[in-house]
């Protein structure tokens, strides 16, 4: 059987969505071969440079045609025959893992020879298959037997007949190639054009310094360990060679930066069906609010005091039903005209901030948060920033910005009700503004139909014909922005998966979105999405600086530890790899499918040999590595995070704020453990004790259509400080412990705020050196939104043993689980737990039940089990049994504060 003719194209590239901002100078794609010898083995290791990697034959002994390769041709008698003799033989390595070796015949033929005592190795520098991102390359090792060559022994100078091509998938018969004169696929199966082989001593000495001879230097210590991965001293550099690639004409190399595949649905909370409460009633459109799968059939989804967006459990309930169906950002629909601020808006979405704070404490699986803006209520910009002061930054949903921003991280607005033309100013003067006021852009999509003449949005979604033109003017490939779909009914899952977009919009989510999400993600054994990262922008050369990346397995397969999962990175510049990196963190923890890891790692601006990487732009592009076979997640099908980071001189005195874990409802006069993280982005050292953090009170005006301006006014309240307990070197984290109090000059508790006010209380962080304040060099301080109240009993009412069912007008003992979940002790004396009766629809059957005294004083964070008794109603039928607590006659349930788990409904059949 004759060696198999393989084609060869020069690859269409495909630029993602955010590319580089600026077109780099023309470079040539080259492939490198290395070689070494010893007495056993001819080792060869090639790296080459393909920016679209594709292969699909993975098995030892099994032909390659088609794939992206490299095959070496060896004459072993070096007499440069004109033909295939039976002294001539070749291996092909696969980029995709496959491999054949073929051996020489009297015939003058290559022809396969099934072997197994060769050992070869790969590895993809990009993802394998996929033409929608751009590839670096791969490498591939090569360990040949000289006894499968039918050498005996091998002797110093010896002289061998030598060439490899490399081949692109599907080229039309083209080819790359050592030698110079090989240039047909004949020429290819005649040795007389083949370069040579020439095999030396080790020396310093000893180089390759052209085509027609390359020498391969004996390794004397240890040889190259044949896995696929080119390690810095493994091969000898001087005796290398290198030939170049085609490119296509008027290709540059650009950073790119895949994004991130993303569900997100719409969430309305404008629902108040507990008529008790201060906040405004308002049961408009519940059945739209609550067409959500349940995450708990014993909680009743009908409209009762139970739901609420001045309660914390119903975005608890809610916010998890939808992770548990795939969502990975809800819109929140807020409105900034002063009826709905005054109303739900405001309110509402602290009470959601206050359920992801609890969901995230509890270790549990969290949405992130974007702005779903409506245009016919809202003035632009104002609303977009009163939303996103009250959302904080480790919560909101990111993705990463177009040019000329490529690569950086950016927060979303989604756009409805577009009545007007909008043009690129406006989005522009928007995106100018907010990077002023919170340090990054936004990325703008459309979720309606937009008028003619519109322009400067990022995505624009929708199913329909309208919607599919406006869609192929604003996709990925014609103009680098995002391909984005909208979902209104099941059927349109089937529809948008062929469109292959980056983002899906659900109108409505229920017990069947999580197929559709399924559809829309694919499956895979591995896929790591990546949720949040906080590099800093700027390092120093042999900088080492920390970095928080939160990642969630979105595969089929748990990551195990005892598979060696870790978090790594490799060096990138211009979208082209530049140097690996040692630095492997290793997961703490198995990651079961649907969880969620952070991963606190360092980054090193040095390569593996832990020399520095000279200044300039580069990209940290960061993988799973499973270090059990050293295979990066790229090569096994993922995507990578990319990140562009500039390598160059620090300012004296720099931080960037990283998380702020505080309570957004809290009382005024009571204690709170408040800690800040917050990295050291300066080039000098924070001394503790003189490094510290501060807190001021601010009242902050809300926008309002009639005053569309906001202004800030110090409160007379004590300021609050904390030192700096250890040392913090350039590029470390620091965290810093605060006991917040809100009080006046006077020591007395300060004023509690009202939801319908046309301010907010707002806390402002800062950090001195001893000498200046942060904020003193232009630098943003970390503003936080607090709710401020007269009392802060935080009940959790955790579980109950009531019967079920429970016979007309018997009363029963029942055992119920509470923990003090506030900062304020509960004293007995004036402490009770008890019930309310509703019907299963929500209407209100006892408001007054049967309420209970506790036995002890619970101190908080304590829990305790009450035996209480329970008297059911008279009627027969289903009810919600809701259990509640009170202090001093008053029901906590109708107090301004919430807190998860403050009531606990409960479906009862009385029969």
């Not at 900088?543 to 530890?561: K, T, Y």
């Not at 950090?767 to 943003?780: D, V």
Request: aromatic share 10%; charged share 20%; with cysteine.
């Amino acid at each position: 059987m004759k060696l198999a003719k393989v084609t060869l194209c020069l690859i269409s590239i495909f630029v993602l969505c955010a590319s580089a901002g600026l077109a780099q100078e023309p470079v040539k794609d080259q492939v490198r071969c290395y070689t070494t010898w010893d007495e056993a083995y001819l080792y060869l290791s090639f790296r080459v440079d393909c920016p679209d990697v594709r292969g699909t034959h993975t098995a030892p002994n099994a032909d390659t045609v088609g794939d992206d390769s490299v095959s070496v041709f060896i004459e072993t008698d070096g007499k440069r025959s004109a033909k295939i003799t039976p002294a001539c033989f070749s291996m092909t390595v696969s980029a995709a893992g496959g491999a054949q070796y073929f051996a020489g015949s009297e015939s003058g033929t290559l022809d396969p020879l099934a072997a197994f005592t060769f050992k070869y190795g790969q590895n993809v520098q990009g993802t394998m298959n996929n033409g929608d991102d751009i590839d670096s390359g791969y490498t591939v090792e090569m360990a040949i037997p000289w006894s499968l060559m039918k050498i005996e022994k091998l002797s110093l100078g010896y002289k061998a007949g030598f060439n490899f091509v490399v081949r692109r998938h599907g080229d039309k018969g083209g080819f790359v190639t050592l030698s110079p004169e090989v240039k047909t696929e004949a020429d290819i199966l005649n040795p007389s054009k083949w370069s040579s082989l020439v095999f030396a001593n080790y020396s310093f000495g000893v180089a390759t310094t052209n085509w027609d001879k390359v020498l391969s230097a004996k390794y004397l210590t240890r040889a190259p360990l044949i896995n696929g991965l080119i390690g810095d001293r493994e091969w000898h550099m001087n005796t290398s060679c290198a030939i170049d690639l085609p490119v296509p004409e008027g290709f540059v190399y650009e950073a790119k930066f895949p994004m991130q595949r993303m569900a997100m649905a719409e969430y309305a909370y404008n629902l108040q069906g507990d008529k008790r409460k201060t906040a405004p009633y308002n049961v408009a459109n519940a059945d739209v609010i609550l067409a959500v799968a349940k995450n708990n059939d014993s909680v009743p989804e009908n409209v009762g005091p139970w739901a609420s967006y001045d309660r914390v459990q119903w975005h608890k309930d809610r916010i998890s039903a939808m992770v548990a169906a795939g969502v990975d950002i809800v819109l929140p629909s807020y409105c900034g005209d002063k009826a709905s601020g005054a109303g739900y808006a405001r309110k509402g979405l602290d009470c959601l901030v206050s359920a992801i704070d609890e969901l995230r404490s509890e270790g549990k699986s969290y949405p992130r948060i974007a702005l779903s803006l409506d245009t016919e209520t809202s003035s632009c910009y104002e609303t977009i920033r009163s939303f996103y002061q009250r959302v904080p930054a480790e919560y909101r949903a990111m993705t990463q910005t177009g040019k000329p921003n490529a690569g950086r991280p950016a927060c979303i607005v989604a756009v409805s009700k577009l009545g007007t033309t909008w043009d690129a100013n406006t989005i522009n003067s928007c995106n100018e503004q907010f990077e002023k006021d919170f340090g990054c852009s936004l990325v703008w999509m459309a979720t309606d139909a937009v008028p003619d003449g519109s322009t400067g949005f990022d995505a624009v979604c929708g199913l329909g014909p309208e919607f599919e033109k406006l869609a192929q003017g604003t996709s990925r490939n014609a103009s680098g922005r995002v391909r984005a779909e909208l979902v209104s009914s099941n059927a349109d899952w089937d529809a948008l998966v062929s469109r292959n977009p980056e983002w899906v919009l659900c109108k409505a989510v229920d017990q069947l979105t999580s197929a559709g999400v399924a559809k829309f993600k694919g499956k895979h054994d591995l896929h790591a999405t990546f949720l949040s990262w906080n590099l800093p922008s700027v390092l120093a050369s042999k900088q080492f600086a920390q970095a928080d990346v939160e990642i969630r397995n979105d595969g089929d397969q748990p990551w195990r530890q005892t598979d060696g999962w870790a978090l790594a990175y490799r060096w990138y510049k211009s979208g082209r790899f530049f140097a690996e990196s040692k630095v492997r963190r290793p997961l703490a923890m198995d990651v079961a499918p649907g969880e969620t890891i952070s991963v606190n790692i360092g980054i090193a601006t040095v390569n593996a040999l832990n020399v520095a990487i000279p200044d300039g732009s580069y990209e940290i592009r960061f993988e799973l590595l499973r270090m059990s076979d050293n295979k990066w997640s790229t090569a096994l099908g993922d995507q990578p995070l990319v990140v562009p980071v500039t390598i160059g001189k620090l300012p004296e005195w720099g931080a960037s704020w990283l998380s702020c874990k505080m309570p957004v409802m809290v009382a005024s006069g009571q204690s709170y453990t408040t800690i800040v993280r917050v990295r050291n982005d300066g080039s000098e050292t924070w001394l503790k004790d003189v490094t510290k953090l501060r807190c001021k009170l601010y009242q902050v005006s809300e926008y309002t259509q009639d005053n569309p301006t906001q202004n800030a006014e110090q409160v007379a309240a004590k300021d609050m400080f904390a030192p700096l307990m250890a040392d913090c070197k350039p590029g470390e984290i620091a965290e810093f412990k605060l006991d917040l109090k809100l009080v006046g000059l006077d020591k007395k508790p300060i004023p509690s705020w009202t939801q319908d006010a046309d301010w907010s209380y707002q806390l402002r962080f800062d950090i001195t050196n001893g000498k200046q304040w942060l904020s003193e060099f232009g630098m943003p301080t970390l503003n936080r939104v607090v709710d401020v109240f007269d009392t802060d009993y935080g009940p959790r009412i955790v579980d109950c043993d009531i019967p079920k069912p429970i016979a007309p007008g018997k009363t029963v003992d029942a055992r119920v689980v509470i923990r003090n979940g506030g900062v304020q002790t509960w004293d007995r004396k004036r402490t009770r737990i008890g019930y309310h009766w509703y019907k299963a629809d929500g209407s209100e059957v006892l408001w007054e039940g049967m309420t209970t005294p506790l036995k002890m004083n619970v101190q908080p964070g304590w829990p305790i089990v009450a035996l209480v008794k329970v008297k059911a109603p008279d009627q027969p039928g289903q009810y919600v049994l809701v259990w509640d607590m009170m202090v001093d006659d008053n029901w906590l349930s109708t107090g301004p504060l919430s807190r998860g788990g403050d009531v606990l409904p409960v479906s009862v059949e009385v029969k």
